[in-house]
């Protein structure tokens, strides 16, 4: 998943430097008695993608859905590890990996007005009506694609996969086109959450679905609703509010998630970070949902005693420069390399706030995959681009340059074009990516647009994208490296829109490796041999990883901070408690 | 016949000139209202805006989903078309189309969210008159005065503070949450007046202040500067040498004739406030028309941003005409 535009907007504002990390304590022990009750309140500066589990892909839809829509398995905020949640348990590979079956838990019911028990056509359902344009999932294809039947072109609504069978009513079949270790890590997404289909199908078959509008809740919350599951309005206005209420048919033995509290509200349109902030360190609300604090804000966080247990950073998603690798000078690996060793990194997290927003990267896989890739990248000793304290080295870059062809290690030819988000701290970033290569004579014109036509209109679209992307990044969507580095650097995915591969990169090699990492069914092995093919990408040097990084967020006093932490880096609302 | 000849014909057979007036104008305004959709359509396919289709798909879509979703939402259609098929549905069912961004339709988006920008623009605008007239007479009637100098001083000091800054500074004086003297309403605090009259009004007070300041100023200045200049005339001498007392001379000769010019600059800037106000209502989190059109432009959802447009344009071009027909009743030599 791409960064959050409004999160990593705000991270790329902030202009703190050398703070260390505050990360809150969570220390609570097994089995504490916590509060119950009461009703959290969250500031939005903008609205969820969408409410339905189907369409959703934004971390803060996730945060809002989480513990409304339970996913066949899931990651709670107290393992960070992935466990049955729909499912009754692991699921069963056979047929060398093809085959992947899933028992459905028993007792899970539906929230008003269906109240009905959940049953494994439901999830078939859920994951057919993804693969509809009706819905227009953005990810169905990428971790769904490998299911067999399953479409190449979006019908209009949903239609049956014939790689989806359910012999029993507690029972689903995957059946795969070949083996695929990830497919199974993709079954945490929001869009294998069930949804009946007597119910949804007649929102579904509309040219563009509004069962996000009516939907039926399995999770401990729901939207809430009137007495004919209407949610618009009621518990959903767009770009107002989100309130999140008790759902009554939830049996807290069907499930692990804790749920003490009686609900949430999201309130939304508090675009102006420093108001938001203020308000929850006063109490007058309790999270930040979709932004992060201002650097004032956390300057004041920082020094002021009384505000230690109010903000904690978590890790998560890497930042870096994409260097167009089908474009001259960048499709010379020697000039990528030089400008890799020239840039000044620890300028550039300067300029986004310095240590406080994440450590350095070396390479793509971050510290928040510790042991899942990380260590078998190299950790935090893998740096093939080494310089002092970040600083950059000409020295290295010129060596570069000269075996470019470049006689005295100074680049000679036309000046290149860097397209940045115009937010102040990106234009800043590719501000110091110009000095920086100028120091070994590569000059670069800086054109700043918004950062959504930077991602649709320039960097994802290979024929206008310039030779420097400097503000890109991505996020996992679960804790498999393949979410971070496969549509990211594979061959294999270089559409002429939407490209996610910025640099291009389209090494055979590196290509092969992902297919074969892909089939390998232990995940150790697994990680391992992602953590090989991250080394691989970062010696290509078509990105220069820049960050793994932090986000920030504000917790009121009222709140208790414990187990909370999301894997996308937010609160779980169903582990929040108040005091 | 042609279309002109026909109009023509129609305007003839009717006989009131006022309402002569008004069925061109609204004619000619109709035609303006186009041209700034048209306007609206070539920024956005000109510049260097978001994909909409590349949006609505997400990051991981395949190009044949963003390709289905550009032939399902028209934007694979030439510009012209794209541009007459929604003009069609403008005219003959008032339709806005469907946001590219929520899928909910435009029309309803912006109908349910204009009495809060109505709210903010009209209450503000009571608050600037109300205090524009009083001191605007006063500095009229006292040149050079402590009061003349001290309404200039306020007058550049609101005019020249940007509105959200001001916005910021009465959140942090004076909001109930976070001001370092807590007194009322706050960002996020707006309730609609059909579901708490008291709490609406409360949620209004700042906002209504920060933007009626920097009006306020404007307006007395102006309004003191042509009643000074009216009550300077022959005619304001003639009243008064017949003995009329001055209060009179003041209000029925002097005022009158000075706030004729003033009509068509508060019609103008209270057409254009309903439109959405955009700054006030994002400093404040008023889910008004102005903050709608801030999120459509991020999101690069045209179909908001032509609605927004239009809905502004049409509150502007009725401000003029309303202001026009004013004129007829401030001033008895305007005839149609």
Known sequence: MIFPRKRHAILAVAAMAGIALLVASSGTGAGEQRKKGGTLILLSAGDVDYVDPGQAYYSFSFQVLKPVHRALYTIPADVLTAVPDVAAGPPKLSNGGKTVTVKIRKGIRYSPPLNREVVAADVKYAIERAFALSLANSYAVAYFGVLAGSPAKPPKTPKPISGITTPDKYTIVFKLKRPNGAFVDALVMPMTSPVPKEYAAKYDNKTSTDYGFHQVATGPYMLANDSKGNVKGVGYTPGKLIKLVRNPNWDAKTDFRPAYLDGAEIREGFTDSTVASRTILNGGADFNADFGPPPAIIKQVLST?????????????????????????????????????????????????????????THFIGPDFSGKGFEAAGGFEFNPFPSPNFTGSVAKAKAELRKAGYANGTYTGPAVTAVVSNIPTAINQGKILAASLAKIGIKVNLKAV??????????????????LCPSVGWLP???????????????KFIPETGNVNWPQLDDPKITAAMEKAQLIGNAK???????????????????????????????????????????QG????????LK | MGSAGLFGSVLSRIRSPLLRYVVRRLAWSGLLIILVIFLTFLVFYQLPSADPAQLRAG??????????????????????EQFWIYIRSVVTDFDLGYSYYKNLPVR???????????????????????????????????????????????TLFFLSAPTYWLGLVMLFLFASDIGRFPLIGGAGTYVPLSVDPKAWFESLILPWIVLACGFAGLYARMIGEN??????????????????????????????????????????????????????ETVFNIPGVGRYAVDAIQNADLPAIQGTVLFGAIFIVLAILVADILYAVLDPRVRY
């Open chain 1, 450 to 467: 918004t950062t959504d036509a930077m991602y649709t209109k320039f960097c994802g679209t290979p024929k206008n994208q310039p030779e």
């Open chain 1, 477 to 491: 969507d679960f804790k498999d490296p393949v979410t971070l580095l496969y549509v990211t650097f594979s061959g």
């Open chain 2, 227 to 280: 009643l000074r200049e009216t009550m300077a005339t022959d005619y304001v001498r003639t009243a008064r040498a017949k003995g009329i007392s001055e209060r009179r001379v003041v209000i029925r000769h002097g005022l009158r004739a000075a706030l004729s010019p003033i009509v068509t600059l508060a019609a103008l800037d209270l057409g254009f406030l309903l439109g959405g106000t955009i700054l006030v």
């Open chain 1, 525 to 567: 092995a697994r990680y391992t041999a992602w953590g090989k093919i991250d080394r691989m990408i970062t010696l290509t040097a078509g990105a220069i990883p820049l960050q793994w990084t932090n986000t920030l967020n504000l917790v009121s006093d009222r709140v208790v901070v414990a187990k909370m932490k999301d894997v």
């Open chain 1, 305 to 361: 005693a009384k505000y230690k247990d109010n903000m904690y950073g978590w890790p998560l998603g890497t930042t870096y420069v994409g260097l167009n690798t089908k474009k001259a000078p960048f499709d010379n690996i020697n000039v990528r390399r030089a400008a890799t060793f020239v840039l000044d990194r620890n300028a550039m997290r300067l300029a986004l706030g310095g240590a406080i927003t994440g450590p350095i990267a």
């Open chain 2, 59 to 80: 990051r991981l879509a395949t190009p044949e989903l963003v390709a289905e979703i550009r032939e399902k939402f028209g934007l694979d259609r030439p510009f012209y």
């Open chain 1, 570 to 577: 937010q609160v779980d609302l169903a582990y929040t408690s």
């Open chain 2, 108 to 154: 309803e988006e912006i109908l349910s969210r204009l009495p809060a920008s109505i709210s903010v623009a009209l209450g503000a605008f009571i608050l600037w008159m109300a205090i524009a007239l009083p001191v605007g007479i006063l500095t009229a009637l006292r040149p050079r005065s402590r009061s003349d100098r001290a309404v200039t001083g306020a």
